[in-house]
C-alpha cells in the first residue's frame, strides 16, 4: 500500500529565505510523486511531478524537488521564498500498475512567509 | 483555470438529505476521480471513472455514489446525510492515453458541502 509522509503541518519562513518542505512516501513499487499546490479557497495545482529519468525536478514558480529513493524522500525546495508562496502544499504518489492512477495524498504543509 | 469545471460552488444541507455534486472535465480527458477533503482526514480519494466505467473505488461510503454519463461529465451523490459528511469534494480529469499513470490531474475548483 502507498502512503505518503509530510514532516511539518506548518512551515514558517522569512521573505527571501530557503522554502524547504518534506515528503517521504512508501510504496511498494516504483512510485509516480507528485507536489501540489492549494491556494485559500481554490483545487489545487500541480507544482511538479517525478516519474522516470531526472531525480531532480523543476515546476512551475521556482520550485524544484529530488526524488532520492535510497531515502524515500521526494522534499520541495524553492531558493528564496516569496510572499505568494503563502499556500498549503500536498505531497502525493501513485503508481505505475492496475488501472487505477489515484493520487494518495500527504496531510498537507501550510507554508507562511513573513514581510 | 484548469478547465474542469464543478457545480454547485457551495451546498448547505441538512442531515438526512441527498445531494448531486456535478463535475466537467476538461475537454477530451476521459478519466475522472472524485476526492474528499476534510479537517480530520485530508485529501481522500473516493472513485475514478474511465470512459463511462467505474474503475476503482476508494473511501467511499456506501451512501455515495457516483457516474460519467456519455459526455463523460460526472456526478457525485450523497444520501443520508451526515454531519460528518461536511467537506470539500474535488473532482479531477485526466487524459490517460495509453494507460499512462503519470498524466497530470487537473482539480477542479470544489463543492463545499455544509450539513447542518
Known amino acids: 500500500a502507498q502512503s505518503v509522509t509530510q514532516l511539518g503541518s506548518h512551515v514558517s519562513v522569512s521573505e527571501g529565505a530557503l522554502v524547504l518542505l518534506r515528503c517521504n512516501y512508501s510504496?511498494?513499487?516504483?512510485?509516480?510523486l507528485f507536489w501540489y499546490v492549494q491556494y485559500p479557497n481554490q483545487g489545487l495545482q500541480l507544482l511538479l511531478k517525478?516519474?522516470?529519468?531526472?531525480?531532480l525536478v523543476k515546476g512551475i514558480n521556482g520550485f524544484e524537488a529530488e526524488f532520492k529513493k535510497s531515502e524515500t524522500s521526494f522534499h520541495l525546495t524553492k531558493p528564496s521564498a516569496h510572499m505568494s508562496d503563502a499556500a498549503e502544499y500536498f505531497c502525493?504518489?501513485?503508481?505505475?500498475?492496475?488501472?487505477?492512477?489515484?493520487?494518495?495524498f500527504g496531510k498537507g504543509t501550510l507554508l507562511t512567509v513573513n514581510p | 483555470d484548469s478547465g474542469v469545471t464543478q457545480t454547485p460552488k457551495h451546498l448547505i444541507t441538512a442531515t438526512g438529505q441527498r445531494v448531486t455534486l456535478r463535475c466537467s472535465p476538461r475537454?477530451?480527458?476521459?478519466?475522472v476521480y472524485w476526492y474528499q477533503q476534510s479537517l480530520d482526514q485530508g485529501l481522500q480519494f473516493l472513485i475514478h471513472?474511465?470512459?463511462?466505467?467505474?474503475?476503482a473505488k476508494g473511501n467511499i461510503l456506501e451512501r455515495f455514489s457516483a457516474q460519467q454519463f456519455p459526455d463523460l461529465h460526472s456526478e457525485l451523490n450523497l444520501s443520508s446525510l451526515e454531519l460528518g459528511d461536511s467537506a470539500l469534494y474535488f473532482c479531477?480529469?485526466?487524459?490517460?492515453?495509453?494507460?499512462?499513470?503519470?498524466?497530470?490531474?487537473?482539480f477542479g475548483p470544489g463543492t463545499r458541502l455544509t450539513v447542518l
Open positions: 475537454s477530451g480527458d476521459l478519466s
Open positions: 471513472y474511465y470512459n463511462g466505467e467505474e474503475r
Open positions: 510504496s511498494s513499487v516504483p512510485p509516480y
Open positions: 517525478y516519474t522516470t529519468g531526472a531525480t
Open positions: 502525493a504518489v501513485s503508481y505505475s500498475g492496475g488501472s487505477n492512477y489515484k493520487l494518495t
Open positions: 479531477a480529469s485526466s487524459v490517460e492515453v495509453h494507460a499512462r499513470p503519470y498524466n497530470e490531474q487537473f
